[in-house]
């Protein structure tokens, strides 16, 4: 079946609130009486009642813009034909939508539109999905009275330098939806008509093409555009889809809802659904076109053994891998002790693969060693917030941002992490919303088109906290508590002590000025205007908690909000934005060693209780390990008998995304038996010895919870291409354990969460299934789900504002580490990059780069481009630098995206305090120029593939630079010596491989090559 969503033609006027207004504008259209709100365009109120009036211009995605005028109706008493789509109703106004005289129009209107456009409808590969075909049928043109002669756009060339859309300017009707989407939808103003009348285009930034424009390949021009000018390249290839499949991004804590569209069960294209509650519609360059990967010729299907790590792997049958892993399990217990094997869940699986994983620890592992990958992302998250307010979980929904008047940015690069979010906060931004940045990165939202931020303070890595108190101070000794709030909602004497200890000079900006680099008038500024500014929210990512004091500073964050009052209401609130798809999920699902689900410890005999009735086992009440202990005790042999020998990792890559790389390894090198459930054999499978096949997200049939609370359906479009589900290989694993778990569908998981998570007591599938998605707490309390949480009161009853002192992190510069390394993601790639770069997201970041400050480059001999050594204490790796001002001197930054430059071989062991989260974000190290012999190598072929395609790249755009024969020489040469030494063996290894990707990138640039020489 296919989901056909409606167009209403323009947007609702009350589009922002919660609850719509009540119907205040009545009115008759075509005899029939209609109730709208007021502020409701004629063309809106019409398709409320049915009627659908021709249009081309409009959407209700986009403000109405009134160029295409074929949306021409007739209201009584009122001269000419206005346009529907933007004329607003008036009360007891009386339209006509049909009558002679429009049809006439409209045809007229027609007739001009397709006699300047190419009759290949048959052809076309938007046949059946066509607004313009569906427009001529619907006004009955059948002739076009000025014939095909003369002037035309009919010979104007396709631009097809976007590897996932084509634009094809002979079909444009210059709509300009296309320039409104990427201006009002996704913010980032690629798009532009240039030229006047005839001679108008749309055009594609200053360079001329898609993929050399600031494009950032969102999908929401290709999504408005009512031809096939801006058309899916897999939809050129395989034709319209068939069928639609309503699922959930399996990349970041967005979260956003998507229309799988099919045939068969081949993908066509995800297109982002109107009515999914994290992103209404829009999308972001991942989740829109980079699923390329579920399909890879990298996946491994079959499931496989292997005795020692120096074995070749064996491919076996389920059932004897099963038996294997369990067999190799029971004998490490029976050695070692029962404490000596744990788990890892991941949060890329669904709520219901984690949360057997996690029970099988529980049940058939005996005790509570499983951890889950938010230790190394958001688990100060989860402490911190749980101590202020309660809860374990950000605040508000993404929508609740439309109402910030002040939004304050801490360590998070939204456009770059979570792009869909930061669309919706642009958008805000743009209406005049304030932005306060704290960063040591200029990030794109610092001065993008159209938004500014009011502040940046750039602080120095590792000092979030002593810019938080040096906030606060200025909040408290400038009065501008809200005194009001701190009575009525907070603990009066926690309060009390805060104001003291904040007040104290020495957190003052001035004093604090020292330590965090940002000018004290710039602190203080700031502290006004979050204060003061009206609703003022805070959002935060990965450079507020992986720090040694991410807990101190979540906390530090709630403090400045309850003592401004933010929270509790639209706009306002701490939220954090969400690494992986469902982060927030897995931490849900008990995945903490001593956490139940729903945040319960271990040690509660109630709670614990609970669990142990309805599974029949007894659970141990003490905590567990976490993954850095389980690590550690690998390696030094601690535990109840032999230390710790055995583990389960789910879908998490730990020798590349986990800190220290040659400690992990070494650790996994130490025990007995790894077992490796993912979908492709990753670093981490080079240590293990029984592999398990995964399942892609497109496969999958359960739930993801966003960075918002929201749980939303993932359904499968395919079968598992291994043949068995994920949490079917761990029940049969468990049952082979002696624990057996009886759940036929995963809605029984769900039921069985339901039924032992209070916050979790009203969701089912069926639920899910009918209302879309639901935000949790979910109970009989809140039977919809709570969108904003501690509104009136905070979970734990009264805010706790707790002391927060600023303690430098160890990791400090030194005459051999004199600069501090802070690390990133980047749009095009996600964390290890196991998914995007197995897809042609490749072509925009085919290798992760050093940024370095000019003076600091300048004092290296540094140039960008250059190949250079990165070393801190912990090891050496190797990357290009690039020259850059983004950060400030003494600080470089890159992304750990690609396992070649393993940017975690630097990064230390240091960890927050309360939950061991890594500080990724400071390491102190050197930059030196060449390779050094030191580098730790790690030996992946995706190294050169990726120099592959950054050469590829710099070479197509040399040709469209300067296409002079000197210069397609020199390229050439360059080309050619470039493979004859290096790149020859890759290259046909890509090509037997099959990573058509790379292949289509390098052929282009060949191509573009033979055909400008
Ligand atoms: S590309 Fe499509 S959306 Fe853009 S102006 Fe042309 S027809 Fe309209
Ligand atoms: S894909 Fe997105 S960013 Fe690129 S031009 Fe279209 S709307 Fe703009
Ligand atoms: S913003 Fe995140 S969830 Fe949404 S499409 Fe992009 S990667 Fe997927
Ligand atoms: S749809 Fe109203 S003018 Fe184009």
């Known amino acids: 079946m296919s989901i056909i969503e409606r167009d209403l033609g323009t947007p609702a006027p009350d589009r922002r609130e919660r609850t719509p207004a009540p119907a205040t504008v009545e009115l008759t259209i075509d005899g029939q009486p209609v109730k709208v709100a007021e502020g409701t365009s004629i063309m809106r109120a019409a398709a409320v009642c049915g009627v659908d009036i021709p249009k081309l211009c409009a959407t209700d995605r986009l403000d109405p ?17 206005p346009a529907s789509c933007t004329t607003p109703v008036a009360p007891g106004m009386n339209v006509t939508t049909q009558s002679p005289r429009l049809a ?41 009275r000025y014939g095909f002669d003369g002037d035309n756009h009919l010979g104007l060339e396709k631009d097809t330098s976007n590897p996932y859309f084509t634009f094809d300017s002979s079909k444009c009707i210059v709509c300009s939806r ?226 910030a008047d002040v939004v304050l940015l801490i360590g998070a690069n939204p456009t770059d992490a979570h792009p869909v979010f930061a669309s919706r906060l642009k958008g805000r931004l743009r209406e005049g919303a304030q932005l306060i940045v704290a960063d040591p990165r200029r990030i794109e939202l610092v001065n993008t088109p159209h938004v500014r ?49 904040v007040s104290r000079e ?76 469902n982060v927030q999920g897995s931490c849900d699902m008990g995945s903490f060693p001593h956490e139940l689900s729903g945040y319960r410890h271990v040690s509660d005999d109630t709670v614990r209780g609970m669990f142990e009735q309805m599974w029949g086992h007894s659970i141990q009440p003490v905590p567990g390990l976490r993954i850095p202990n389980m690590l550690d005790a690998a390696l030094d042999g601690r535990g109840e008998v032999g230390g710790f020998k055995g583990i389960f990792i789910q879908g998490e890559d730990i020798a590349q995304s986990d800190p220290n790389t040659v400690h992990v390894t070494e650790a996994l090198k130490a025990m007995e038996v790894v077992i490796v459930q993912d979908l492709f054999l990753n670093e981490t499978a080079k240590y293990a010895h029984v592999f398990l096949p995964g399942t892609s997200f497109l496969e999958k049939d359960g739930t993801f919870t966003n960075a918002e609370r929201r749980i939303n359906r993932v359904r499968p479009v395919m079968a598992p291409r291994s043949g068995k589900h994920e949490w079917e290989a761990v029940c049969e694993l468990s049952a082979a354990l002696g624990a057996p778990f009886s759940y036929q569908h995963e809605s029984m998981i769900m039921d069985e969460i339901a039924a032992l998570t209070p916050t979790f007591a009203g969701v089912s599938f069926a639920r899910l299934d009918a209302e879309g998605s639901l935000q949790w707490p979910c109970n009989e309390a809140n039977p919809h789900g709570t969108p904003i949480m501690h509104v009136g009161t905070f979970v734990r009853g009264l805010g706790r504002f707790t002391i927060t002192p600023y303690v430098a992190t160890d990791e400090r510069s030194s005459r051999r580490y004199p600069l501090l390394l802070t690390t990133g993601r980047i749009l095009s790639q996600y964390n290890v990059g196991a998914q995007t770069r197995r897809t042609d997201n490749l072509r925009w970041h085919g290798e992760d780069v050093l ?56 990064t230390t062991e240091n960890s927050d305090w309360a939950t061991n989260c890594p500080e990724y974000k400071v390491t102190a190290v050197e930059v030196s120029p060449g390779r050094s012999a030191s580098t730790v190598e790690i030996d992946h072929p995706e190294h050169r593939l990726g120099a592959l395609v950054r050469m590829a790249n710099q070479i197509a755009r040399q040709m469209a630079a300067d296409p002079t024969a000197d210069a397609v020489a020199a390229t050439a040469t360059h080309l050619g010596k470039f493979w004859e030494h290096e790149m020859r063996a890759d290259l046909a290894a890509a090509i037997r491989g099959g990573t058509v990707t790379v292949d289509d990138v390098v052929v282009q640039a060949v191509e573009r090559l033979a055909v400008t020489a």
């Open 851 to 906: 940024e370095i400050h000019p003076a600091d480059a300048q004092a290296r001999g540094i140039h960008t481009g250059d190949e250079v050594t990165l070393a801190s204490r912990v090891g050496v790796t190797t990357m290009r630098a690039e020259v850059s001002d983004r950060m400030a001197p003494g600080v470089v930054y890159t992304t750990f995206h690609h396992p070649v430059s393993g940017a975690n071989v630097v």
């Open 453 to 501: 931020a009011a502040h940046h303070l750039q602080l120095r890595p590792g000092t979030n906290v002593a810019v938080i108190n040096a906030l606060a101070h200025v909040i408290v000794t400038e009065g501008l508590v809200n005194e009001a709030f701190v009575r009525d909602r907070c603990d009066p004497a926690e309060f009390a002590a805060w104001a003291e200890f």
């Open 104 to 144: 006439r129009l409209r045809k007229g209107v027609m007739e001009l539109y397709i006699s300047d456009h190419p009759l290949d409808c048959l052809t076309c590969a938007a046949n059946g999905d066509c607004e313009l075909q569906d427009m001529a049928g619907a006004v009955g043109l059948r002739e076009v």
């Open 178 to 403: 296309c320039v409104r989407a990427c201006e009002e939808v996704q913010g980032t103003f690629a798009l532009t008509i240039e030229g006047r009348g005839f001679g108008s285009r749309v055009a594609a930034g200053m360079n001329g093409n898609f993929f050399d424009s600031p494009c950032v390949s969102c999908g929401a021009c290709v999504q408005v555009c009512p031809t096939a000018t801006l058309t899916e390249n897999t939809v050129i290839e395989l034709g319209q889809p068939r069928r639609t499949v309503l699922t959930t991004c399996a990349y970041c804590g967005v979260g956003c809802s998507f229309k799988a569209e099919m045939q068969g069960d081949t993908v066509v294209r995800m297109v982002p659904y109107k009515d999914g509650g994290a992103n209404e519609g829009h999308s972001c360059v991942k989740g829109r076109f980079a699923w390329g990967y579920a399909s890879h010729a990298d996946r491994q299907l079959q499931p496989m053994v292997r005795d020692t790590i120096d074995d070749e792997w064996r491919v076996v049958s389920w059932e004897e891998a099963i038996a294997h892993a369990a067999a190799r399990l029971k004998d490490v217990q029976a050695r070692h002790g029962q404490n000596s094997i744990g788990g890892i869940t991941s949060s890329r699986c669904t709520n219901e693969e984690v949360f057997v994983v996690q029970k099988m620890v529980r049940t058939a592992f005996g005790n509570n060693n499983v951890d889950t990958c938010a230790r190394v992302c958001h688990s100060p998250t989860g402490f911190g917030l749980s101590q202020a307010f309660g809860t374990s979980a950000g605040t508000q929904d993404f929508k609740s941002v439309e109402h």
């Open 506 to 581: 020495e957190n003052s900006p001035e004093v604090m000025e020292a330590h965090t680099g940002v000018p004290a008038t710039e602190v203080r500024a700031a502290a006004r205007l979050y204060a003061t500014g009206g609703n003022a929210a805070i959002y935060y990512g990965l450079g507020v908690t992986e720090h040694s004091q991410g807990s101190t500073m979540v906390m530090g964050m709630a403090n400045l909000a309850m003592a401004t009052g933010n929270l509790g209401r639209d706009g306002v609130g701490v939220n954090p934005l969400r690494g992986q798809n």
């Open 65 to 81: 813009f009134g160029s295409c005028r074929l949306c021409l109706v007739e209201v009584e008493g009122r001269k000419g034909t």
